[in-house]
């Protein structure tokens, strides 16, 4: 950990202070040191990454070669190239209902998690609370979420609120069990110090079990992020207003099978990029903690 | 610092004043067991005072009375003259316990800096390297807990507990969980550190050699319910180092606290 921290790449071409030492020769060594750095990570992200790239070739290789071959109809299964083709023919329409699908996943997302985690805090703080309140959130969470979605339309009519809403309920429970977990697991010595140090309950809440809590957040996150979008889909393709649900919907009317496809496959991009992002985000605030250990 | 091996007058008011405090708590099947019975036990302004004692006979629990996070059933502490309360909220306390308790996710200068925040004032990075000199962890200030050893992460829980200055350091069986060799290294740097400052010391042990070498007082609690067997004052010279336990007179008072121990029925 120490020297993935304090240590540059093996491959920089100058060290730091040789850099700083040249004076006006530094921003052409800050330049090609960037450069440099930039071109290492690539190189790394490629190690990494050839494997499933090579399987991901492969299969499409052999599923357009079976379609090929086959004849099977494209309203039965289109080719890759026939996906590709209806994702290029009209690139807005794909695009556009991700970004609306994405918008209303991370806006769910925000409001169950974030309602989940003050909630929890709550709950973290007391076990009276907590049994009071657990079993309305464990009814929420068993409660299907298409039995809900018509009720919330009519509620909310149509537009953006039913999806925030939906997204919301499902990303509401594996935060909280989450979160009322990880509140309250902070070490015992830890807070004997905080006590005797006479720290209130908001500098624990803030400085000692918030942190600690980090953890089991992240590990709710990495399940809600899907769920949200799953959510966010669901309530568009119950009001076919729009979004990704609704381009399914359409499609689906159609027996525009390519399109269908494309949907599937902007609806995969956004989930690797959300799950990338949030990995990326937990290496960086949880580098401390054993689940990111990179030995 | 002084080289004096004399104490300095005793201020009128004691650190610690403990009178009379018995307790008892709940066992898991309900019954009543009685920790502390009448236990009375001062410490006077920059006294270092052991209580030694069997494990399980109330130790810690005197501790948490002591720093007003438990009511006695009977008795009373008084801290610095005033209620226990009222000495946390003024930050007199430093707390060390058998776990380090670091923050994992803050670096050891940040885990020391903590003691200035929760004081209430900001942490000056200077004078946050000058402490972690002291203890002489200065090179790991980048360090996070889980980079350190066993006995280094235990040396940062130490100048993260005289950081802010308390008055009254409290330390529960600080070196417990640690090896023979670093326990060793502890108690030496305890001992340098404390010099210093000087500041009262409450310190659980049950380790005896440990309370003799760098107490000015050692009080025996019997088995539960504790109560105070004997109170032996320890005459060795100070500034003490290592080559005070290949003493005579540090094995005499080693044998006397054992002895009282034997007589309590520990």
Known sequence: ???????????????????????????????????????????????????????????????????????????????????????????????????????????????????????????????????????????????????????????FGFGDTPKYVVAALITFFPMLVNAVTGLRSFDPAAHDYFRAMDASRWQVLVLLRLPASLPYVFAALRISVPLALIGAVVAEWMSADSGVGQLIVIAHGDFDTPALFGAVVVLAAIGVALTGALALVERRLLSWHESVREW | MTTSSTRPALAATPAVAVEGVSHRYESHDGALLLALDGVDLSVADGEFVSIVGPSGCGKTTLLRIVTGLIEPIAGHARVLGGEPEAARAAGAFGLVSQEPGLLPWRSVA???????????????????????????????????????????????????????????????????????????????ELLRLWERERPSVLFVTHAIREAVLL????????????????????????????????????????????????????
């Open chain 2, 215 to 266: 107490s000015d007082r050692v009080v025996v609690l019997s088995p539960r319910p504790a109560r105070v067997v004997a109170d032996v004052a320890v005459e060795l010279p100070r500034p003490r180092d290592g080559a005070v336990e290949e003493t005579p007179a540090f094995l005499d008072h080693v044998a006397r606290v054992r002895e009282a121990l034997r007589e309590a029925g520990a």
């Open chain 2, 110 to 188: 940040g885990n020391v800096a903590l003691s200035f925040e929760l004081a209430g004032r900001r942490a000056d990075r200077a004078e946050v390297r000058t402490l972690l000199g002291h203890a002489g962890i200065e090179p790991f200030a980048d360090y996070f807990p889980r980079e350190l050893s066993g006995g280094m992460r235990q040396r940062v829980a130490l100048a993260r507990a005289l950081a802010h200055g308390p008055r009254l350091l409290l330390m529960d069986e600080p070196f417990g969980a640690l090896d023979e060799f670093s326990r060793e290294e502890l108690r030496l």
């Open chain 1, 1 to 155: 950990m120490t020297a993935s921290r304090t240590a540059t790449p093996a491959t920089d071409s100058a060290p730091p202070q040789a850099a700083g030492a040249l004076g006006r020769a530094a921003t052409v060594g800050e330049l090609s040191r960037s450069g440099g750095r930039v071109a290492t990570w690539l190189r790394a992200g490629l190690r990494v990454a050839w494997p499933p790239v090579l399987v991901a070739v492969l299969a499409l290789a052999a599923w357009e070669a079976w379609i090929r071959v086959r004849g099977v109809p494209e309203y039965l299964a289109p080719s890759p190239s026939a996906v590709a083709d209806a994702l290029a023919a009209d690139p807005t329409r794909f695009v556009g209902a991700g970004a609306v699908s994405l918008q209303h996943a991370l806006g769910g997302l925000v409001l169950g998690a974030g309602g989940a985690f003050a909630l929890g805090a709550v709950m973290a703080h007391s076990h009276r609370l907590e049994r009071a309140l657990y079993p309305f959130a464990l009814m929420v969470k068993v409660t299907p979420i298409v039995a809900i979605a018509p009720l919330l339309i009519i509620w």
